[in-house]
């Protein structure tokens, strides 16, 4: 193959495994769903690790794939070295072929030769081939390296190796052997390869293909009954070498995204070639993040979401080093779209959320680097100054603490200073702020969390399911933030309970409110919560009397506040599925509110809903509530849960066992004591099947009515909805009518015909509006007769230069053309302050143009003065700047820059 694409090598790898048996099995997802040890996918073989296990079966033997990974730490994968290296990236695609108990050695190798000679088209001369040599209690692979004999490779090209490069293992346990690798040199003399630079650091010798031979079990080294194939060939190194160039980044999988980067910047090939690292960086960083957003990842604070952010920041860091001034990453992550969306549909598929999630979050770090920069600074001008060479380690984390900036940039912005940064001062300083964090979030109503988990208490035991009025025994008490025994009328307290029908907050719901009535005294219920693991703690205060340790208490819950939290709680569920059957499966729960007033959603999806779909998902719900179905409850494992279809919530902890809340898209209810009515024609038949804890209305009639109030972005491709039900929407609707009476009156119409009144006023102003923006062109006008005497002549061409007040950029526009037609034949050049901003308007009649004379060049010429740029076309154009107090400077140069035109472009 001569000079071919990426694209095409990819296709060539994927069709020759094909015709040779294979399966084409399509990539994975970059987001490992069965292996906690694993963030990204970063190895080809990770999506069929368990069929080298031996623990899944699939209806194929053979497969060969394209497939995604992420690395972004071990060796050579330290994010710092991608962009000074040229060949280190984090996204990569790794191609290989695999034998899960089919083919071995022989037909592996016969392929691979055959691949490489006759598909590809390598020069023969120019490969290597390494064998394992052995090793204590392991065996030489000599089969290998006969077989790469018999299939025409030169014995001397033929090297072995140990096993820190040709031995392969999963673990320390599993499938394991020996490996082959495929090595190219790519230096411009033949003269100088040498067997010496296989397997070094030498760069004009290149690793482009490793065949794993799985035949042995690790802990015990005895053969498999099935032993397998695990190849691995990355496209970015073999395009380098099949385009014949020196770094992955010249190959055309990289090319367009830099040029795309020195397009936006207004750079050339010099300026790359000066800085190439950042360049680099910003290319490889884009893929990166094109691909995590599109598996849904968010930029966080942890997990895979702060491995998104890192890469995301750094980018937008290396942007600035190389100029940029202006959030840019959206222009050069659409470009990789574009340029990836034919093999990875998912890019185009998810583009917008893509972009827009870059966008949010490369604004938001922008503003956190010109603050944290200019603090960094003023640190580092300071230890210069007292002679000293370590930022210390308290205020690295206060810059990442106050303004987010992340300790990996602090240190690389010290380096450039030749500074370091005290990174356990720094971890210390952390570990502070989480012990005071954890001590916060335990710190409730004046009491320390500890003071229960030191208590042992057992968890408390929930009724609230089946009733709202309990009998429970006080085991704890503590009041005004002491464990005490007794607690006094207008103290605020803490109480434990064996039994409670108290709600305690979680999952999005609030904890309930009531009373505690004892013996002896009376407790007001403000809010509950759960600080320790299954205990329940009453925050409330004593009324009345006083509450004793040991003595039984009744538990009431405020009944018509927990109805609403109940209608509420329902309505959110089924707004989750109504939002799933409109908008997509997509439109998955972020986080919640359940309150008694309102209720509060939060999902994922990359745009503004549209009128038409919320009014979509409203009236589902509200068919969904007048149907009457059933909200009915069991308990299961998690397993048989998810199995039979249950949503589980992202993020969200089970345990083995799970409460499922099924609500019926009609009436299920054998003992239900009415007809339900039939849902409408149209009507999704899913029922909502969700994990849930929290307290839900009986049936879906007992919401009463919703309505939907608002929706809108609270993060990159995450949206929000907030609801009424019940009361609070009757509530809802009786203010809209009654601001509708209101304007009826005020307006003299009846209600009915509001809208029509108003769009009538409406069309009046508009036409005054207008009578006035003539009456403002006539004054204008006027004051531009006046200019007309300023027209000077040199060498027979008319010239006007002003300095005029203009509201806007159109206004301006409109007084440029007026003057142009007045005079006829030559050059206006008009300048403004808009705002604070000086802008400037050179404008050339036809006849002028077709002599040379350019609009767009001359005021090019003329923003330089006021510290901007622009350009236009021939005959008109404008410009911005910076510089106010170099405005008239400006406009006196129009002159000189005219008359030196003569016959060439100004």
Not at 673 to 694: I, K, M, N, W
Not at 809 to 814: D, G, K, Q, V, W
């Amino acid at each position: 193959m001569q000079n071919p694409t990426a694209a095409q090598i990819r296709e060539t790898y994927l069709r020759f495994f094909e015709r040779h048996g294979h399966t084409i099995v399509p990539s994975s997802s970059l987001v490992v769903a069965d292996d906690p040890t694993l963030l990204f996918v970063n190895a080809g073989m990770v999506p069929f690790k368990n069929l080298f296990l031996g623990l899944e079966q699939r209806p194929y033997t053979r497969a060969v794939t394209a497939q995604k990974c992420l690395r972004v730490s071990g060796k050579h994968n330290d994010l710092e070295e991608v962009g000074p290296s040229p060949r280190h990236q984090t996204f990569f695609e790794m191609l290989g072929n695999f034998s899960f108990g089919d083919y071995f050695k022989a037909e592996a190798i016969r392929l691979a030769w055959k691949l490489l000679t006759e598909e590809f088209k390598l020069p023969v001369e120019r490969l290597w081939f390494t064998v394992f040599e052995g090793s204590s209690g392991i065996p030489a692979d000599d089969e290998a390296a006969q077989l790469w004999q018999e299939a025409g490779v030169d014995p001397s090209r033929i090297l072995r190796f140990g096993e820190k490069d040709n031995f392969w293992m999963m673990a320390d346990t599993g499938p394991c052997g020996p490996n082959s690798e495929i090595t190219v040199y790519i230096g411009d003399d033949l003269s100088k390869m040498s067997a010496d630079g296989v397997n070094s650091d030498d760069p004009d010798y290149v690793e482009i293909w490793n065949n794993v031979f799985m035949q042995f079990e690790r802990s015990t080294m005895q053969r498999l009954p099935h032993a397998s194939i695990d190849t691995g060939m990355g496209l970015e190194r073999m395009a380098m070498v099949m385009q014949g160039v020196h770094s992955s980044y010249e190959t055309d999988l990289f090319r367009p995204i830099i040029e795309r980067t020195m397009g936006l910047l207004g750079s050339d090939e010099a300026h790359y070639r000066s800085k190439p690292a950042p360049y680099r960086a910003v290319a490889d960083h884009a893929r990166a993040i094109a691909f995590l957003i599109a598996e849904r990842v968010l930029p966080g604070n942890s997990g895979r979401s702060y491995v998104l952010r890192r890469i995301l920041r750094r980018a937008a860091y290396q942007g600035q080093i190389i100029g940029f001034e202006r959030p840019f990453l959206v222009e050069v992550v659409d470009t990789v779209i574009k340029g990836m969306g034919d093999a990875y549909p998912e890019l185009r598929e998810r583009r917008e959320f893509i972009l827009e999630t870059t966008d949010t979050e490369e604004q938001q770090f922008l503003r956190t680097l010109s603050s944290g920069i200019t603090k960094l600074n003023t640190i580092i001008e300071d230890l210069h100054a007292r002679g000293e060479a370590t930022v210390p380690g308290a205020e690295a984390f206060r810059l990442k603490d106050t303004d987010g900036f992340p300790l990996d940039l602090t240190q690389k912005i010290a380096a450039e200073h030749n500074l370091s940064v005290d990174v356990a001062g720094f971890e210390t300083a952390m570990d502070e702020q989480r012990r005071r964090s954890r001590a916060a979030t335990q710190f409730k109503r004046g009491v320390d969390a500890e003071i229960w988990q030191d208590r042992n208490l057992p968890p408390t035991e929930f009724t609230g399911y089946a009733e709202l009025s309990s009998a429970g025994r006080v085991l704890a008490l503590a009041a005004d933030g002491d464990d005490v025994s007794t607690a006094q009328e207008g103290q605020r307290v803490e109480i434990v309970l064996d039994r409670t029908p108290f709600y305690a907050e979680s999952g999005g719901q609030v904890g309930d409110t009531g009373l505690l009535i004892g013996p002896q005294g009376q407790a007001r219920v403000e809010d509950t919560l759960r600080p320790v693991p299954g205990v329940t703690i009453h925050y409330g205060r004593v009324v009345s009397g006083q509450f004793s340790q040991g003595e039984t208490v009744t538990a009431q819950v405020d009944t018509q506040r927990r109805a609403d939290i109940q209608r509420n709680h329902t309505a959110t569920h089924l707004l989750h599925r109504a939002l799933r059957d409109v908008l997509g499966e997509h439109a998955a729960q972020a986080g919640s509110l359940v309150a008694p007033d309102r209720l509060r959603f939060d999902f994922t999806h990359t745009r503004a809903i549209e009128p038409e779909q919320l009014r979509e998902i409203e009236t589902r719900i509200n068919a969904w509530i007048r149907i009457d179905g059933a909200v009915t409850w069991t308990v299961t494992d998690y397993q048989s849960a998810i199995d039979n279809g249950a949503i589980a919530l992202f993020g969200e902890k089970y345990g083995d066992q799970v409460r499922v809340v099924h609500i019926a898209r009609g009436a299920q209810d054998t003992n239900a004591t009415h007809p339900a009515p039939q849902a409408p024609p149209d009507f999704a038949s899913r029922d909502s099947v969700e994990l849930c804890g929290g307290a839900h209305v009986a049936r879906t009639g007992e919401i009463g009515y919703a309505r939907i109030i608002s929706e809108g972005s609270v993060g990159s491709g995450l949206r929000r909805i907030e609801a009424l039900t019940g009361r609070g929407a009757e509530a809802w609707v009786e203010a809209q009518a009654r601001t509708l009476r209101d304007l009826a009156t005020r307006l003299g119409v009846p209600p009915a015909q509001v809208a029509e009144r108003v769009e009538a006023l409406l069309t009046e102003t508009k036409q005054r509006q207008q009578e006035l923006d003539s009456l403002r062109s006539q004054i204008t006008r006027g004051s531009l007769e006046g200019l007309l005497a300023q027209v000077q002549r040199d060498n027979g061409v008319a010239l006007l230069t002003a300095r005029v007040e203009a509201p806007d950029a159109t206004h301006l526009r409109e007084m440029g053309d007026w003057l142009r037609d007045k005079i006829g034949s030559g050059v206006v050049v008009l300048g403004a302050v808009l705002g604070d901003k000086p802008q400037l308007l050179t404008i050339v009649t036809s006849d002028l143009v077709k002599q040379g004379y350019h609009a767009g060049n001359l005021v090019k010429e003329l923003a330089r003065i006021v510290g901007g740029g622009g350009g236009g076309r021939p005959d008109m154009a404008q410009a911005g700047g910076r510089d106010v107090g170099k405005l008239d400077a400006a406009l006196a140069h129009a002159r000189e820059l005219v008359r030196a035109h003569g016959t060439r472009s100004a």
